[in-house]
């Protein structure tokens, strides 16, 4: 399993900086009983009521756009094997229990942001917008597009190299609202007023831990390098496995390439 991103960190891209995730699954058991199972195997998980309260424990609580199902949802972690391995246990235990997913789920992961300017924030998601169909191919039809109301497009001018200038151009979180009116597109900044993070809404829902870990090292890797970036622009047809080389490494390109062949094979 993949645990390190392979370019050099900045100061402010240690592991201190936390994230957390939200895993919407469905299952035959109720609540209690999950959160009960979750505890014995050394990961505290209470059962709540629906609520949007940042806990210091995991949590299981219900979700709209889930029928019938649950969201699991983890306190901040720092960004590191111990944070993984509890991953890895919840994936265990969820599995063992005969949790599900089905195209009704999704995969939430928050990364803090709210020390990140408006125009770095805006950055990060412009170099999502550039890239937005690379990360399409490597994921489920039911997450592309239009195809899901929860996790609409960024290109939110209908253009994407003018998408992206507007993106990069933002100063104030103001200018972020006007190009993005609500939460659910497949990068929402608009948890930055509730949770302080910018939450990555694209990937489907999964109780596989290498996918879920994986992708928190995928969308913090392009945080990272939007925050970073001097500028972002269209220029030219980017090359895919260029640009996942040099932003996420050669382990985690591999990784993505290998979702993308086994995607399009399906």
């Not at 996918?211 to 913090?220: A, E, Y």
């Not at 970036?229 to 030219?236: E, I, L, T």
């Amino acid at each position: 399993m993949t645990t390190s991103i392979e370019f050099q960190a900045t100061a402010s891209f240690s592991e201190s900086r936390e994230f957390g995730i939200e895993i919407e699954f469905k299952s035959g058991r109720a609540a209690y009983q999950i959160a009960a199972a979750l505890s014995a195997a050394g990961v505290f998980t209470q059962a709540e009521g629906y609520n949007h309260n940042t806990s210091a424990h995991w949590k299981i609580i219900s979700d709209a756009s889930v029928p019938g199902g649950w969201e699991l949802v983890s306190p901040p972690l720092a960004f590191n094997d111990a944070s993984f391995a509890q991953i890895a246990t919840v994936s265990d235990v969820l599995t063992a229990l005969n949790c599900w997913v089905d195209r009704q789920c999704g995969l939430h992961v928050h990364h803090f942001a709210n020390d990140l300017t408006a125009n770095q924030i805006g950055k990060a998601i412009a170099l999502y917008v550039k890239h937005e169909n690379w990360f399409d191919e490597m994921l489920p039809a039911s997450r592309r597009g239009a195809n899901n109301p929860f996790c609409q497009t960024l290109n939110v001018l209908g253009n994407v190299a003018r998408t992206v200038d507007a993106f990069a151009a933002c100063r104030s979180r103001s200018d972020l609202d006007n190009l993005l009116g609500g939460r659910y597109f497949k990068v929402n900044h608009q948890s930055l007023y509730r949770h302080g993070t910018l939450e990555f809404r694209h990937h489907s829902g999964t109780l596989d831990a290498e996918k879920i870990i994986n992708w928190v090292m995928i969308t913090r890797a392009m945080l990272q390098a939007g925050a970073t970036s001097r500028s972002v622009v269209m220029r030219g047809a980017p090359n895919a496995w260029q640009f996942f080389r040099a932003v996420c490494g050669k382990t985690l390109t591999a990784y993505i390439r290998n979702r993308t062949a086994q995607l399009a094979a399906a």
